[in-house]
């Protein structure tokens, strides 16, 4: 299997990803009940107007404009939320991110995810992999 990196992506499908990533992003802090400043720490943002600006989008079905960063912060995202529905069953599957977890020192996935850091979200979904038998990297 070829993996295309992220930067080399064309700018249709870039905006693509960046629309269907927000979109599943913003269906999760729903759930989750994430504050507008939880959203922005996970997508590694300082501008709640970037914020609104994508919410908009999304919402209106317009293209959206994402850096790789961002981009790859979705994907983890969307990777930690997929190893969870592996993982849990479903009635379990928001509860789960909020629940101490004692391979995070008693945080939950959603403190480690919090804390900010590309790295922070790479532990959560690496942990998640390994549990559920899957080679990361």
């Given at each position: 299997m070829h993996i295309q990196p992220l930067s080399s992506l064309d700018p ?66 969307a990777g930690i939320r997929k190893a969870v529905e592996i993982l849990y ?47 990361f990297g």
């Amino acid at each position: 299997m070829h993996i295309q990196p992220l930067s080399s992506l064309d700018p249709e499908k870039r905006s693509n990803l960046g629309k269907v990533g927000l979109k599943l992003f913003f269906s999760l802090a729903e759930r989750w009940q994430l504050t507008q400043d939880q959203q922005l720490k996970l997508l590694g943002l300082s501008s709640r107007s970037t914020l609104h600006s994508y919410r908009k989008k999304v919402s209106n079905d317009q293209p959206v404009k994402l850096d790789v960063d961002a981009l790859e912060r979705l994907s983890l995202i969307a990777g930690i939320r997929k190893a969870v529905e592996i993982l849990y069953p479903k009635d379990r599957w928001d509860s789960y991110m909020t629940s101490a977890n004692r391979e995070f020192d008693g945080a939950s996935a959603l403190d480690v995810m919090l804390q900010g850091s590309m790295k922070s979200l790479y532990r959560v979904r690496e942990y998640l992999d390994v549990s559920r038998g899957g080679n990361f990297g």
